[in-house]
């Protein structure tokens, strides 16, 4: 029945209510928490004032910040007035920015902050379609005299003026969703070096989802560590889409600096990253080692080498004798356990490396210091296909 992303939304509300924490953000240093009925009451608010300042059904909105609750509150906004979601990175160009704008005819940018903000400014004049900029973090940004910038706190506050005459209006709105309506676009490289659009409905998104739990099942006691920019197919699956599907919960670290810090306190379930970042990982490891002690490096070298034999044994067909089965005992105890704990890899079970096939040695490493690495396979085309089964496999 809860076949849209705002659907969900309201079922977990009436499930959970303020009984269960949804989110999490790290702010100077302290997590605040978020239950789901305080995002069901943010969404609703930003849905009727979107909607007061002129979005309407079929229009197309964008997206660009960092992993924050506001973007995942955003998102779950638009779709619920009916309006598809672009995802744009806050790394990228401006000529990327300017592409995806004009090929998408974007009437309304969400923006995270004053930088963001001046990014769009400086190519407004090429953005005709362009009417209105909402931003969420006003620092920097109060003495701007723009008539196209509103704060997301001010379109809220007509959200809220507009529910006291039409209490009924948003769930009516999200009640003419459909699994079949478009969610999101994503974006691919094209053929002609411009960024290809492929609308995504929730069916696609919410099976993609499904696809990956068959492998890994993900529980609503779960937490996930939300780093990668939602505009991400497995961001707006594994992350966005298993959180209101299946009620594991977000968290967003404060900031990129901190957020190797904030995942080790997290310590999640499930995780997903790019199979470069994973290589990064490996590599920045074998680098601290190897600027140890005399002894860390030794009881490292030691301890890998029969984690490896452990994690070659059905390649190499022989069993392990009792005394290495004691030292890999011994090792996870002393060595890798402390190294899982450093990188918040100690309660994780699902973990999935996208985007670009991992190396073998990368996956070799992460299963000879206890963490399953599998490869997930899946595109904006065809959704999540595949899971590298659990079952240790050769790697080549």
Same mark, same amino acid.
């Given at each position: 029945m809860e076949d849209t992303f705002p659907k969900l939304l309201v079922r977990n509300y009436q499930r959970w209510g303020a009984r269960k924490v949804a989110l999490r953000k790290k702010e100077q240093g302290i997590w605040k928490e978020y239950n789901w009925e305080d995002c069901y009451q943010k969404v609703k608010a930003l849905a009727l004032g979107l909607e007061t300042t002129g979005l309407a059904r079929g229009r197309k909105v964008s997206i660009l910040g960092d992993s924050n609750p506001e973007?995942?509150?955003?998102?779950?906004?638009?779709?619920?007035?009916?309006?598809?979601?672009?995802?744009?990175?806050?790394?990228?160009?401006?000529?990327?920015?300017?592409?995806?704008?004009q090929q998408s005819a974007t009437e309304l940018v969400l923006a995270q902050d004053q930088e963001q903000v001046d990014k769009l400014l400086e190519i407004k004049d090429e953005l005709p379609s362009l009417k209105k900029i909402v931003y969420w973090h006003e620092k920097g940004l109060r003495?701007?005299?723009?008539?196209?910038?509103?704060?997301?706190?001010?379109?809220?506050?007509?959200g809220e003026e507009y529910e006291t005459s039409h209490p009924e209006h948003f769930e009516e709105s999200i009640a003419l969703g459909k699994g079949d309506d478009v969610a999101?676009?994503?974006?691919?490289?094209?053929?002609?070096?411009?960024?290809?659009?492929?609308?995504e409905t929730y069916k696609f998104l919410l099976s993609s989802v499904e696809s990956a739990g068959l492998r890994n099942p993900i529980y609503e006691d779960d937490?996930?560590?939300?780093?990668?920019?939602?505009?991400?197919?497995?961001?707006?699956?594994?992350?966005?889409?298993?959180?209101?599907?299946?009620?594991?919960?977000?968290?967003?670290?404060?900031?990129?600096?901190?957020?190797?810090?904030?995942?080790?306190? /997290?310590?999640?379930?499930?995780?997903?990253?790019?199979?470069?970042?994973? %290589?990064? @990982?490996? &590599?920045?490891?074998? =680098?601290n080692i190897a600027k140890g002690t005399w002894l860390k490096r030794t009881l490292f070298k030691r301890s890998m080498s029969i984690g490896y034999k452990i994690v070659d044994l059905p390649a190499e067909g022989r069993r392990v004798s009792v005394f290495k089965r004691l030292w890999y005992l011994l090792a996870r105890l002393a060595v890798f356990y402390p190294l899982k704990d450093k990188h918040g890899l100690n309660k994780a079970r699902a973990v999935y490396a996208a985007g670009n096939t991992v190396s073998p040695e990368t996956r070799r490493f992460f299963g000879a /210091?206890?963490?399953?690495?599998?490869?997930?396979?899946?595109?904006?085309? %065809?959704? @999540?296909? &595949?899971?590298?089964? =659990?079952?240790?496999?050769r790697l080549e």
């Open positions: 973007w995942l509150w955003s998102e779950l906004a638009v779709q619920t007035v009916g309006g598809a979601v672009i995802g744009l990175n806050p790394s990228g160009s401006l000529e990327e920015f300017k592409s995806v704008l003495r701007y005299e723009n008539p196209i910038l509103v704060s997301l706190a001010d379109v809220i506050k007509l999101v676009i994503l974006y691919s490289p094209g053929t002609d070096g411009l960024p290809k659009a492929v609308p937490e996930y560590v939300s780093v990668m920019n939602p505009g991400w197919f497995f961001e707006q699956t594994i992350g966005f889409g298993a959180c209101l599907l299946l009620g594991q919960k977000l968290n967003f670290p404060e900031k990129s600096d901190t957020a190797p810090q904030d995942l080790r306190e /997290i310590s999640p379930q499930t995780l997903v990253y790019p199979s470069i970042v994973w %290589d990064m @990982i490996t &590599s920045g490891i074998q =680098e /210091i206890g963490v399953n690495l599998q490869q997930i396979f899946g595109s904006i085309e %065809d959704g @999540i296909v &595949s899971v590298q089964p =659990e079952e240790k496999l």
